[in-house]
């Protein structure tokens, strides 16, 4: 098994940025890509950003890119989600993944482990 869990999430005015990251735990050495998932209320969990095992590819949602940044540190197995210029339709759970394949994925069914998610809330 592989735990993951996020932080970083919280209350933040519009325009502002927020860092995200998941430390994952565990059997880590099965773990290769992982992902940025989000999910509002009322709507289907959405696929934010990902990044492959080497950090060498990375993924985005085509409305995030620019905003959004997903890193990793190799080794220590975190991943980061860095958010800038912040909307108030940014406002979600956001959920870490992870998938035992090299690259990342769009979609959530191609991740094995999730973590507990954090809450990112942006006001306007």
């Known amino acids: 098994q592989v735990q993951l869990v996020e932080s970083g999430g919280g209350l933040v005015q519009a325009g502002g940025s927020l860092r995200l990251s998941c430390a994952a735990s565990?059997?880590?050495?099965?773990?290769?890509?992982m992902g940025w998932f989000r999910q509002a209320p009322g709507k289907e969990r959405e696929f934010v950003a990902a990044?492959?095992?080497?950090?060498?590819?990375?993924y985005y949602t085509d409305s995030l890119k620019g905003r959004f940044t997903i890193t990793r540190v190799n080794g220590m197995n975190v991943v980061s989600l860095q958010m800038n210029s912040l909307k108030p339709e940014d406002t979600a759970v956001y959920y870490c993944?992870?998938?035992?394949?090299?690259?990342?994925?769009?979609?959530?069914?191609?991740?094995?482990?999730w973590g507990q998610g954090t809450q990112v809330t942006v006001s306007s």
């Open positions: 993944a992870a998938r035992t394949y090299s690259s990342g994925s769009y979609y959530s069914a191609d991740y094995d482990f």
């Open positions: 565990g059997r880590t050495f099965k773990i290769y890509a």
């Open positions: 990044i492959s095992s080497s950090g060498g590819n990375t």
